[in-house]
C-alpha cells in the first residue's frame, strides 16, 4: 500500500470537502474500503461522500445503490464464500465509486469479484477523541 493524501484532526462538518477532495484523488472506476473501528464515522462519511446523505443502515441492508455509487456494509458476512451471493458484479455495471465498510478482511475475494478494471483504494479512519478523526488514503 502507498499512501496518497492524509487529512488530520477532520471533524464531522468537514467530511463533505474530504469527499470531494477524495473524488478528485482517486481514478474510477474505484473501490474504496472504508477501514476503522466501530464508531470512526465510516457510514457517516459515505452520507458526506453520497452527497444526499441518502444510505441504509448495515441492519437493514448489505448493498445500496444511489446514481454511480454502489455502498456496501459487510459487518454481517461472516465468511468470503457468502460474497459469490451478494452477486456484486451486478450491482457495479455502469458504477463509479464502489464504496464497502468492514472489506478489508475480504480484499482478495474482492479483487477477484470486480475485476481488473477497478483500482482499489483503503480510507483507513482513526479516532482521535469524540470529534475528531484522522483520514488515510491508501492506494492498494
Given at each position: ?46 452520507r458526506a461522500f ?35 451471493h451478494l452477486e ?53
Amino acid at each position: 500500500m502507498s499512501l496518497v493524501r492524509a487529512w488530520k484532526k477532520v471533524l464531522e462538518s468537514d467530511l463533505a470537502n474530504i469527499a470531494i477532495e477524495l473524488k478528485e484523488v482517486v481514478q474510477p472506476p474505484c473501490v474504496i474500503i472504508l477501514d476503522g473501528p466501530v464508531g470512526a464515522g465510516k457510514t457517516t462519511f459515505t452520507r458526506a461522500f453520497l452527497e444526499k446523505g441518502q444510505t441504509g443502515s448495515p441492519t437493514y441492508s448489505i448493498i445500496n445503490e444511489l446514481e454511480n455509487i454502489v455502498h456496501a456494509d459487510l459487518m454481517r458476512i461472516e465468511k468470503k464464500e457468502e460474497l459469490i451471493h451478494l452477486e456484486i458484479p451486478m450491482y457495479l455495471d455502469e458504477k463509479d465509486y464502489f464504496l464497502v465498510e468492514w472489506g478489508m478482511p475480504y480484499l482478495h475475494e474482492l479483487q477477484k469479484i470486480v475485476g481488473d478494471e477497478w483500482k482499489f483504494y483503503q480510507l483507513k479512519i482513526e479516532i482521535v477523541n469524540e470529534k475528531t478523526r484522522h483520514f488515510f488514503l491508501n492506494k492498494i
